[in-house]
């Protein structure tokens, strides 16, 4: 690790230590070649809406540079359908720390290596059940399980540096509970982590009742036999809390501790709430935004979702037993050697 990277991540760790701004969610795209079941971004309006381009994230990083660096989850929409953006990998990794989620049909071993070179440091691919046939139906596409699976097995063998990581990540649902530990195993085999994420029904159209109380005992038991199920444990205790029927989790830190930006440069406190935001990146201060986002956490009493990109911070930051997900999150981003990967 050079000095350069040592200091960046000291100052990252040092703003989540403070419980700043550190996490930004940003939509690249809406445009998708799946039609998921649980999501609403492939249709219009939003399919419709431009690309962020190289330029406008140019403009972004350096507005962002005074928070100091940030985790950066690139998503859409499917990111690897934008055309620029190895480049846009290339600048934001400079001073921050870019991550990725996609759907893998596009991953080859000529994308992993460029998506690589180009300084990602982590992509998740999106898998939902261990069977073809239920995989590709949520997914709205023939032939998506087959592809996400060869897309991990692509991207874990050709990584550039021990320290970059390949996940396979599912969206815990009302009819994939009996998958996960096949799915963990399948995982395993392929040399890669597993992470999870608890379905949100603000968007998409996703029907039947999760039970979620049974939920989290299942998958805590099946974590303790599994080290490659690396979601932090403090995030799913709280299931229960969050599923249909739950009280919500509360209180929720989005704009103090997450945010998110979209393809128009729309800053708002979450993914879910596109349609309050508290400013545009490409043409108001930071200053402004950051006194928005702050106002809105301090407002709002919302308690609708439980995703992993809020709660997997939430368990860091703010968990009764923080010692056990600093220990998953270690085994989330810990160095692999290239051997490892077949490389």
Request: with cysteine.
């Amino acid at each position: 690790m050079s000095g350069e990277e040592f200091f960046k991540r000291a100052r990252i760790a040092y703003s989540g230590w403070r419980k700043r701004l550190f996490h930004l969610n940003m939509q690249l795209l809406y445009q998708c070649n799946f039609k998921c079941a649980i999501c609403d971004f492939w249709k219009p309006p939003f399919s419709t809406m431009p690309q962020l381009s190289l330029r406008d994230i140019k403009i972004i990083a350096k507005k962002l540079q005074p928070l100091g660096p940030q985790f950066i989850s690139l998503g859409g929409g499917e990111p690897l359908l934008h055309k620029e953006l190895f480049d846009i990998i290339r600048h934001l990794r400079t001073n921050n720390f870019p991550v990725m989620i996609c759907n893998g049909w596009y991953v080859t071993p000529e994308t992993a290596r460029e998506l690589f070179k180009a300084g990602i440091y982590e992509v998740s691919i999106s898998v939902d059940y261990a069977s073809a046939a239920k995989h590709d139906a949520q997914r709205g596409r023939e032939g998506a399980y087959e592809r996400a699976l060869a897309a991990l097995a692509a991207l874990q063998a050709n990584r550039a540096h021990a320290d970059q990581r390949v996940h396979m990540i599912s969206v815990i649902m009302d009819d994939n509970i009996d998958e996960i530990e096949p799915l963990v195993r399948i995982a395993k085999e392929l040399g890669v982590t597993y992470l999870l994420s608890f379905y949100c029904n603000i968007r998409g159209v996703r029907e039947g009742a999760v039970k979620p109380a049974e939920i989290a005992g299942r998958l805590l038991d099946i974590q303790k036999r599994y080290s490659e199920f690396v979601a932090l444990p403090g995030y799913i205790r709280r299931f229960a809390e969050a599923g249909q029927g739950g009280i919500g989790v509360a209180p929720c830190y989005a704009g103090k501790n997450l945010y998110n930006i979209d393809c128009q440069g729309q800053v708002t406190r979450c993914i879910d709430r596109l349609n309050d935001p508290v400013g545009n990146i490409l043409c108001d201060s930071m200053d402004e935004i950051k006194d928005g986002l702050l106002r809105q956490f301090k407002q709002q009493d919302c308690q609708s979702c439980w995703t992993s990109c809020r709660g997997s911070i939430e368990a860091l930051l703010y968990g009764k037993q923080r010692i056990n997900d600093f220990e998953a999150y270690y085994r989330m981003i810990k160095s692999v050697p290239l051997e490892q990967a077949g490389a």
